[in-house]
Nanobody, 127 residues
Framework: QLQLVQSGGGSVQAGDSLRLSCAAS????????MGWFRQAPGKERELVAA????????YYEDSVKGRFTISRNNYASTVYLQMKSLKPEDTAVYYC????????????????????WGQGRQVTVAS
């Protein structure tokens, strides 16, 4: 069982920055592609960023490109989501998730491909 424990997040003003962290334990972190999802009130959960387990290739949802950066440190078994220029529409609960089913050099956009999930952290951006 891979356990994912998230930290970071909180309440900020529009234009501010935040960093989310997700620390893994229990299994070999480097065997997993990692994703950050978010779920806003009344909306479905969506993938905002992902990073592959080989070569750390990255994916970003269009609305966060140029503002969010996903990275991973396999030695620390941690994945990060650096968020800058935050907007009110970024307000959501953010989840990290781990996927071993997808190609090692890619990622999946499907929730069902992610076997392990963090507990979620609230990010609130005031205008």
């Amino acid at each position: 069982q891979l356990q994912l424990v998230q930290s970071g997040g909180g309440s900020v003003q529009a234009g501010d920055s935040l960093r989310l962290s997700c620390a893994a334990s229990g299994l070999t972190f480097s065997d997993y592609n990692m994703g950050w999802f978010r779920q806003a009130p009344g909306k479905e959960r969506e993938l905002v960023a992902a990073i592959s387990r080989r070569m750390s290739r990255t994916y970003y949802e269009d609305s966060v490109k140029g503002r969010f950066t996903i990275s991973r440190n396999n030695y620390a078994s941690t994945v990060y989501l650096q968020m800058k220029s935050l907007k009110p529409e970024d307000t959501a609960v953010y989840y990290c998730a781990a996927d071993r089913r997808s190609n090692a050099y890619g990622w999946s956009t499907l929730e069902s491909d992610y076997d392990f999930w963090g507990q979620g952290r609230q990010v609130t951006v005031a205008s």
